[in-house]
Nanobody, 124 residues
Framework: HVQLQACRGALVQTGGSLRLSCKAS????????LGWFRQTPGKEREFVAA????????YYEDSVKGRFTISTDDAKNTVYLQMDSLKPEDTAVYYC?????????????????WGQGTLVTVSS
């Protein structure tokens, strides 16, 4: 089965940048769609960004469009989330996820495997 190893989170100031990474193993990386979700206490996990199996298509949640970028390095089996112009409302635990039966997805139920979560705190 797929295993995901996410990087550590960080404390960042408002307006700052941070790149999250997540390394996958246990499946052919080029055959999987990948996504990032985030969750804050008391709220459901929400979609942030996704990249298709072909790597040609990306989706973003409206509040992060133009600020976040999802990408992959297939040679390293790693997915990234570049986060720029960070805001305090971006503070959350971020999860990388893998979907193996669809081309790309924005719903948590479409993803089969999850990383352990990475805390990102944006200070005001």
């Amino acid at each position: 089965h797929v295993q995901l190893q996410a990087c550590r989170g960080a404390l960042v100031q408002t307006g700052g940048s941070l790149r999250l990474s997540c390394k996958a193993s246990g499946y052919t990386f080029s055959n999987i769609a990948l996504g990032w979700f985030r969750q804050t206490p008391g709220k459901e996990r929400e979609f942030v960004a996704a990249i298709s199996r072909s790597r040609y298509t990306t989706y973003y949640e409206d509040s992060v469009k133009g600020r976040f970028t999802i990408s992959t390095d297939d040679a390293k089996n790693t997915v990234y989330l570049q986060m720029d112009s960070l805001k305090p409302e971006d503070t959350a635990v971020y999860y990388c996820a893998v979907a193996i039966e669809i081309s790309i997805g924005t719903l948590a139920v479409e993803y089969h495997y999850w990383g352990q979560g990475t805390l990102v705190t944006v200070s005001s």
